[in-house]
């Protein structure tokens, strides 16, 4: 009885393997139709926790990155844009994200921080130090995917690959 359902999981496992390949053959085939979406695919996936699915989604719903002209009107566009609860000076709760903006975006973007937070030195960095700082997991991991989505957008806009010394740079020379 075990070793038939130890084959049917080993068979199953084969065949979600090879139907992942086969869906990342014809994104990449997909995305080599237009040498930008190309680039700019190439350059996210240097962006530690973006992979080629992400990329593609964040290319796909942002539309190679043009539907928004600033990263404030792409974060807002996401839905990772926190939006106070008030009416004129009176305040009612914390700030949060709502479900507003493209949900497909802010998934994407959110499931890739979970990545991106263990990988990535800058990202990670910027999550250990919200969690030190006692906010709760999910409010940090919103945070950090806003600024996955910021550094995203840079790469794409700059078009440059991802540096993770970037920000220590430009201190530097300020």
Known sequence: MIASVHTRMQFLIESLTEQMLEG????DEALSLDSLWT???IR??????????TAAWLLVTTL???LCNTVEELTAYAGLAPHP?????SVHGRASIGHTGNAALRTAVYLATLSAAQYNPVIKAF????????KPMK?????AARKLLHIAFAVVKNEA??????????QKTA
């Open 139 to 143: 409010v940090a991991r919103c945070a």
């Open 64 to 66: 190679n990155f043009t």
């Open 85 to 89: 609860f008030q009416s004129g000076t």
């Open 127 to 134: 999550y250990d130090r919200l969690r030190a700082a006692g």
């Open 24 to 27: 990342e053959a014809e994104l």
């Open 39 to 41: 680039a700019s695919a």
């Open 161 to 170: 690959d991802f540096d993770p010394l970037y920000a220590a740079r430009a």
């Open 44 to 53: 996210l996936q240097t962006i530690p926790g973006i992979g080629l699915l």
